[in-house]
């Protein structure tokens, strides 16, 4: 009974085919949430793939309608060793987007699994099915091996999380109690860079919003009445521009955080950005002045324009147009509060003589707020040394990933202290056609998971009385 017992035992089943089997398995249920005729599947997933699996682990579990009455059901799982034992509250999502059927590669096919060379192909096989297997695999070697886990375990799996987790944070709140634990462990998008493994803390939330402006009723022609009626395109783009410069630069300074910290600028100064070779090139000409990619990505608030139109962009003709319309988002760190966004543009467009603006707050899809924990914190620092321990590299630790996920019902609604192990890198083309895991980062994926979950049942845990991890240093604090 070993550390390394456990990790092999769980590096095993790759090797053995076992893991590719279950994985084939989850992702022959097409789990498409965007998909209305979906719903048969999202439930069969849990009803016959995820709870046998589970209660076979020792799991007792139970599937709930969402409370939202739109949205896939949700599963709860709880295995409590000792009710005096501390809990791990882990978390995943069997729902992924569109299959896609017919884009993929020659002979692939999004609901069958295949594998070619160091690649997996298959839908939701990094979002999220293959990460939240493969630590269910761990857990369960950790298990296997020591003949208990040393700790509680509460599994959370939601079936609607690509359409933005609607019903998440009110079942969170109604199911209060089955959730309580003192830390969530999960897995969710891509490393920073391929091979060096990374822990997220939070997320950026994400706000979107449409600015528009409206002069008259149809275009009229531009020889006759060009000079004399206002162009709306021109005017919103010089609003637009008032906001964020040609080099993108936000303008509105209420609109990003006041300054860094040192402890993240100590942790992002460890980080790199870098798609990979498959990955667009960073422009370091963009963005906030003096700050490094990582800074801009993870510490700071940016400004998007995700769509903009006027006339009719397919077919323009020789008119004035009528009105511009642009979508705009802003991906904010919790240096901010973002119910002060729109109020902020509102008065600087009205400040810079633009009232003909109007800014229209959108409320459809996800409402995520940011979220982020102290990279040096003791959560971070005995993950990081459990995964350094396990693969001998230190992990890049961000304080909140630059996407967004409902993390902040664990974080904010559940209080918790949040850490993400991402399994997966940046070009494994999630959420297009092609999606694939490497087999090097599953095969780490199954090693660094098992040894923290071996490390979890050895010691105290932060928060807890006598909360030193045995494996650290006492100089890490």
């Known amino acids: 009974m070993s550390r390394d017992a456990a990790i092999a035992a769980a590096r095993q089943t790759l090797e053995d085919g076992s893991l590719l089997e279950t994985l084939a398995r989850r992702v022959a249920f097409p789990t498409s949430s965007q998909d209305p005729e979906s719903a048969p599947h999202l439930l069969a997933y849990l009803e016959r793939e995820i709870a046998p699996d589970l209660e076979r682990m020792g799991f007792a579990c139970a599937i709930h309608p969402n409370p939202s009455g739109q949205g896939g059901p949700f599963l709860i799982g709880r295995r409590i060793e000792d009710p005096s034992l501390p809990t791990l509250l882990t978390y995943g999502h069997g729902d992924t987007v569109r299959g896609m059927e017919g884009q993929w590669l020659e002979g692939l096919s999004p609901w069958v699994l295949a594998q070619h060379g160091e690649r997996l192909y298959g839908r939701g096989i990094v979002d999220n099915k293959g990460q939240f297997t493969s630590n269910l695999v761990a857990l369960d070697a950790v298990r296997r091996v020591r003949g208990r886990l040393g700790f509680n375990v509460v599994v959370l ?27 969530l462990i999960a ?43 206002a162009n709306p395109g021109v005017r919103l783009a010089h609003a637009l521009a008032s906001i964020i410069d040609r080099d993108g630069k936000v303008l509105v300074r209420e609109l990003v955080p006041e300054g860094i910290s040192d402890s993240i600028r100590r942790a992002l100064a460890k980080c790199r950005v870098d798609g990979g070779p498959t990955g667009p090139k960073i422009d370091p000409w963009w963005g906030e002045p003096g700050l490094s990619a990582a800074e801009k990505v993870f510490s700071w608030n940016t400004f998007e324009v995700l769509a903009f139109s006027t006339g009719n962009p397919l077919a323009p003709v020789n008119a004035v147009p009528p009105e511009a ?45 940011a979220t982020r924990m102290d990279p040096e914190g003791p959560w971070p620092t005995l993950v990081a040394a459990s995964v350094e321990r396990s693969l001998g590299k230190a992990p890049m630790i961000v304080p909140n990933a630059g996407g967004s996920l409902p993390n902040d019902s664990f974080a904010i609604t559940l209080g918790l202290p949040t850490v993400y192990i991402p399994h997966s890198y940046s070009g494994c083309s999630q959420h297009a056609p092609n999606e694939h895991a490497l087999l090097p980062l599953v095969r780490e994926s199954l090693e660094l998971a098992a040894g923290l979950f071996w490390d979890l049942g050895e010691q105290s845990w932060p928060g807890r009385q006598g909360a030193q991890p045995a494996f650290l240093p006492a100089a890490a604090g």
């Open 157 to 183: 799996l939601e079936m609607s999380e690509e359409v933005g987790s609607p019903g998440i944070d009110e079942f969170c709140r109604a199911h209060r109690e089955e959730l309580a634990a003192d830390v």
């Open 187 to 229: 897995s969710d998008g891509p490393r920073l860079v391929p091979e060096v493994p990374t822990l997220s803390l939070g997320t950026r939330g994400a706000i979107s919003f449409d600015l528009r402006v409206r002069y008259r009723e149809g275009g009229h022609h531009s020889g006759n009445w060009g000079g004399v009626l």
């Open 325 to 369: 319309f642009a979508r705009c988002q802003i991906r904010y760190t919790v240096d901010r509060p973002v119910e002060s966004f729109v109020p902020a543009i509102r008065r600087h467009l009205a400040a810079q003589g633009f009232n003909d603006v109007v800014v229209e707050e959108v409320k459809e899809g996800a409402d995520w707020a």
